[in-house]
Structure formats: C-alpha cells, structure tokens
C-alpha cells in the first residue's frame, strides 16, 4: 500500500537526476508544493543540502509523493538515511492550500554549515 508521503526538493524530482527511484518504485505523484517553514537549501552545483533550520532561507519547492513502505526503504538507502540524508518531518504546503506532513530527507546533522552560502527556493 502506498500510504507514506514523501516531499522530495532535489535530485528526487521530475527531470533530475535520480527521479528513476521513483518511477522504479512506483511512486504515486500528488502534487506540487511549499515547505510550510522556511529552511536554508544550499546545492554543490550536484546535490542539494537542506538544513533542518526553521526560519533561515525561504519555502522551499517540493513535489509530493505517495509511496509503500518497500519504497521508503529503497529511498532510505539510496539516500543513505541517516548518516548522509536524514529523513524527518516537515509540514508542506500543496498547490490546493491543504498543509499535510511529509518526509523530507534533510542533510544529516554532522553536515551543518551553510553560513555564507547562497540559500535556494529550489533545487
Ligand atoms: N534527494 C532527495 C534529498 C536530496 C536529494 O538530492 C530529494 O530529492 O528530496
């Protein structure tokens, strides 16, 4: 059954580079959207790094996903959740207005240091 919600803001997404995960796992597409809060999202020009930081940087662009427990945990390890991206819980904001809780792969909390860098509203 497809019954987590995933908000994906990086290479997850529709046209980049590693969307395959998704269609290989059936994820189910909801809908576009906004983290609720704001958070710093900085990129390497190849990955994104989203700081679990509230109120630093902007809303955030998301795409929501429905997916299966087998597809959260492929999505798990191939984004190395929890020493390289960790999974937690954000409230996003869909294009319908309607505010739900997502997962959303943050950047693991050793990773920690965007001061001085450029803060993106997408990736
Ligand atoms: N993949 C996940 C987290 C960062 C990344 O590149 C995503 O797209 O949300």
New binding site residues.
Partial sequence: MRKNL????????RG???HFIMDLMSAEFLDEGKTVEKYPLTSDGK????FDKKGIGHRIA?EVYRVSDAALAV?DR??CHPKF?ERKTAKCELSTGKIIDCF????AQNRNDFSGAKLLKN?
Avoid at 6 to 13: C, S, W
Avoid at 47 to 50: G, H, I, K, N, T
Avoid at 104 to 107: A, E, K, N, S, W
């Fill in positions: 995933v908000a994906v803001y990086g290479t997850l997404k980049k580079t590693n990955l994104p790094y989203l998301v999505i191939f984004e991206y959303v792969y943050f950047t990736f």
